[in-house]
């Protein structure tokens, strides 16, 4: 798998969790200002949905409203790796968490991490 996945895991309400994504196959490195690197989440019987985004070389950033205030993206360059801190869990926030790589060229996912958010 060249974007993997980690982090996820069982948590209370009111809880928080990091997840990272790194980068195994050299697909940052070889990112340009058109490149987001984006979080999605799928809960189950529901549509993905996007959760944040960065952009790999300018950082800008992005979230859905559900999470703004609570989540926050981040990236490290050096190591290949892009973090998703998301605090003040509920349970709403139960998914898979999916890495997406993503240009004008190029749609790379991860393979998911379980995040189970308990009241």
């Known amino acids: 798998a060249q974007l993997v996945e980690s982090g996820g895991g069982l948590v209370q309400a009111g809880g928080s969790l990091r997840l990272s994504c790194v980068d195994s196959?050299?697909?940052?490195?070889?990112?340009?200002?058109?490149?987001?690197l984006n979080w999605f989440r799928q809960a189950p019987g529901k549509e993905r949905e996007f959760v944040a985004r960065i952009n790999w070389i300018g950082g800008t950033i992005g979230y859905a409203d559900s999470v703004k205030g609570r989540f926050t993206i981040s990236r490290d360059n050096a190591k290949n790796t892009v973090y998703l801190q998301m605090n003040n869990l509920n349970v709403e926030d139960t998914a898979v968490y999916y890495c997406?790589?993503?240009?004008?060229?190029?749609?790379?996912w991860g393979q998911g991490t379980q995040v189970t958010v308990s009241s």
């Open positions: 997406n790589v993503r240009s004008p060229t190029r749609d790379i």
């Open positions: 196959g050299g697909i940052f490195s070889t990112s340009n200002y058109a490149t987001n």
